[in-house]
Structures are given as C-alpha cells and as structure tokens.
C-alpha cells in the first residue's frame, strides 16, 4: 500500500457510501474507518462516532454533501 494516500479522496467516498446507507433517519451505519469517521466529525458531517451506537447521524450539511458526492462518484453517466 502507498504512503502517499490522499486521505480527502477516502473521505469522500466514505461520506457518499454513508449516504447511501441512509435509511430515510438519517442514520447510517458507521462501519467504516475509524480516523475517516473521525476527520468527517471534525469538518461537521457526522454526529459523533465513539461509542456503542452502531450508527451516526449525517448532519444537515453532511447529507447535502454526501448526495452531492455519491452523483460525482458513483452515478453513471
């Protein structure tokens, strides 16, 4: 694996896949990388990942941006 990872790249398809997890809550799963999870909480994308809950809540500008990311990055053209 490269040193060199652009860890923007990774959060943003991990924000557009938690998009895609919703389930109309606005609840996802968070089963993804911890430090992703946690650089999302930081710029206000996410509730807080530590603890029990299974799930985090996208905020209102997090759901925004995740719908925005999941058409760049996953919709077929």
Same mark, same amino acid.
């Given at each position: #694996?490269? !040193?060199?990872?652009?860890? &923007?790249?990774? !959060?943003?398809? +991990? =924000?557009? =896949? =938690?998009?895609? /997890?919703?389930?109309?809550?606005? #609840?996802?799963?968070?089963? $993804? !990388?911890?430090?992703? #999870? @946690?650089?999302?909480?930081? %710029?206000? $994308?996410?509730? /807080?990942? +530590?603890?029990?809950? %299974?799930? +985090? @809540? =996208?905020?209102?500008? &997090?759901?925004? @941006?995740? &719908?925005?990311? $999941? !058409?760049?990055? $996953?919709? %077929? %053209?």
């Amino acid at each position: #694996m490269s !040193d060199d990872i652009d860890t &923007g790249r990774i !959060d943003a398809a +991990v =924000l557009a =896949l =938690l998009w895609y /997890n919703l389930r109309g809550t606005g #609840m996802a799963w968070k089963g $993804f !990388d911890w430090d992703a #999870m @946690e650089r999302l909480h930081q %710029r206000g $994308f996410i509730t /807080n990942p +530590v603890g029990k809950a %299974r799930s +985090v @809540e =996208l905020t209102a500008e &997090g759901r925004e @941006e995740a &719908g925005r990311l $999941f !058409d760049e990055l $996953f919709a %077929r %053209r």
